[in-house]
């Protein structure tokens, strides 16, 4: 029996099914307005659900029924269950979060003959902080993602845009600061321009540095609130400086994260990787189609992942075009370019 078998109530009369058969589940949930939460603005979450599942959702007040074959109408039963739990306990759900519980659902699905028993281990890892609560994982990448930076004192992170490599890293190492496991945060990235000339910037050193680090800004505030961030960045608690500014540091009770590392030469990503000191994380992501290095010059995240993914100790990340979480237009774009990109392999391969 479920957990919330009060709050949750199933058709009985409903026949089994098997797999290729029609069936139809009704729920019903015990408040309202936590119902309301879940089915979206004029219904829309369960119109997504429909679309990504292959059901019909029809809702009437704290009631919902679902129609269509009998494994994708458990997996929507499944999925709207995790939902209600999640704003029961003050949480909200978007397209993403709908996103993420199917992918979660489908995991489970795969999971529970094969893990003794252990319920747990059929669930996302999720990252904690005081902001926002509890951030699960969206799809199984992220999942195995989080699993790593918790188990690993390095991590080494790669795949395209939008899959939450560098978000997921700043809500870990957030979670870590919060929870006194380190004592400060330093974010890093290589101050290289992406095809523009940027020229002279005016300002102190913060304010020259603040464009090539702004995305670590955004995601800093996402989990930390605005006065946090202040406070920290004055008390030096929170670092954020170009890479060329690690030199000669050992970094001690300290997460560090390297981001858009794709862009590090061999030697800076052998200096960053060499400033890991006692009681120390470290997170490295990068996307390696996304290389504004000078032709010619190898990528040091390229190289990295090929030296050390393998060394005991090390984790790693991949991550594909089916991963992207930021829009489902992302992914599409994502996926054109990685198509056109294999196609052009056979033809640079000819004489």
Known sequence: MRNDATTLTRDMNARPASAGEQTEITLAFDDNRLASLVFGHY??????????????????????VLKGL??????????????????????????????????????????????????????????????????KARNAAQDAYLRALKRHELVLAEGPAGTGKTWLAVGHAVSLLEQGVVERLILSRPAVEAGERLGFLPGDMREKVDPYLRPIYDALYDFME??????????????????AFMRGRTLTNAVV?????????????????????????????????????????????VEAVGLLSKVEGIGYASFGEADVVRHDLVRRIVKAYEDAARSMQPEARRP
């Open 43 to 64: 219904d829309q979450n369960l119109a997504h659900l429909e679309r990504r599942l292959g059901v019909m959702a029809n809702a009437n007040g704290n009631h919902v």
């Open 226 to 243: 605005a006065r946090h961030v202040e406070r920290g960045l004055q008390t030096g608690m929170i670092e954020i400086a170009p890479l």
């Open 70 to 135: 009998t494994e994708p109408s458990e997996q929507a039963r499944r999925v709207l269950e995790n939902l209600y739990r999640k704003v029961k306990t003050g949480g909200t759900v978007s397209m993403g979060d709908i996103d993420g519980a199917i992918e979660e659902t489908s995991v489970q699905k795969s999971l529970f003959p094969s893990v003794n028993g252990d319920p747990a281990r059929g669930t996302f890892e999720a990252v904690h902080t005081r902001k926002r609560g509890a951030v």
């Open 257 to 301: 994260l390297l981001d858009e590392a794709q862009n590090t030469s061999s030697m800076q990503m052998k200096m960053f990787l060499t400033r890991l000191g006692e009681n120390s994380r470290m997170i490295i992501t990068g996307d390696p189609t996304q290389i504004d290095l000078p032709p010619g010059q190898k990528s040091g995240l």
